[in-house]
Structure formats: C-alpha cells, structure tokens
C-alpha cells in the first residue's frame, strides 16, 4: 500500500456564536494498492472531511466531495459523491466495457445499496448495528517502529492529553 496524502486545513467561521463552525480537511492525493497475488494496480482518491459542532456537546464528522477508485489491468472503475450530513451516491462502471452497470446510494452513516442492471438491490454497507470493528488494529509495538512511524512519534502527545506525566 502507497499513500500519498496532501492536506490543506481549512476553519469555517463566524460573526455570531459559536464562533467556529467548523474544521475542514481537504486531502489531496491517492492510495495505491498493489495486491502481491494479483497483477493489478488498485487508486483511490480521498474526500474532504468536516467536522463540525467540535467545541459543543455533539460533534459531527461530514464528508464532502468525490472519490474515484479504479484498476489498472481493466476499465472498471466506482466514482463515489459524498454530500449533505450523511448521502453517498455513485456510479459502477464495468471491468470490460468501461460503461455503466451500477449505481450506488444511501447513508454511509447506515445502509449504503448497489443497484445493479436488471433492477436487483443489494445491501453495500450496513452500518445500522455495527458497535466496534471485527479485527483489533494489528500495530507493531512502539519499542520496533522507527522514529517517525505514527505511535513512537505521537506517543508523548498521547500521554500528556491522558494526563500522565511526560
């Protein structure tokens, strides 16, 4: 896995209470994905994140924008539009043609169906019940990573913020 990610901060702001209505996090860049077992090359484009009501008593992450994955090895490719507080609509395109065979929406924060040609539903995502992740983050401890590998260099800010001595 490649990632590349350039991000641009952005604060959403105002004349009247609450002053700062929100967060913005536009990432520019992509993911690439390159499966040892398969002769393929997988990108993906992020979307903007905004969080909002962040210094009130229900903060809100939204997401805003387009995502686009595709393959190197064919023409398939899902262009995904996130907008408003949840909605997530989009197109499939086929590995062979390049054309249309699909169309995505719903709530990511909920259900998420593919329509596929022929009008068959199915469910793409169902957040409704979902509670904790079904795998627990495989991470090497902090002694074996290197200096600027996520946990070593943020693990004095995390102590701190849990309030334990530094």
Not at 40 to 53: D, F, L, N
Not at 54 to 72: A, D, E
Request: charged share 20%; aromatic share 8%; with cysteine.
């Amino acid at each position: 896995l490649t990632s590349t990610i350039f991000t641009k901060s952005g604060l959403v702001t105002s004349w009247l209470p609450p002053f700062l209505k929100a967060l913005t996090v536009d990432n520019m860049g992509k993911a690439t994905i390159s499966p040892d077992s398969h002769d393929e090359v997988y990108t993906m484009s992020y979307p903007t994140a905004v969080a909002t009501g962040i210094l009130g008593s229900s903060p809100r992450l939204l997401l805003t924008g387009g995502v686009s994955i595709s393959c190197s090895s064919h023409q398939g490719r899902v262009e995904l539009t996130f907008e408003g507080e949840s909605s997530v609509s989009g197109v499939v395109f086929g590995t062979k043609t390049g054309e249309q065979v699909a169309t995505v929406g719903g709530d990511w924060r909920g259900l998420v169906e593919i329509f596929k040609e022929g009008g068959v539903k199915e469910v793409m995502l169902d957040m409704r019940n979902w509670i904790k992740p079904s795998m627990e983050k495989i991470v090497p401890s902090v002694a074996l990573q290197l200096d600027m590998e996520s946990r070593r260099l943020w693990r004095l800010l995390t102590r701190a913020l849990a309030g334990y001595m530094t």
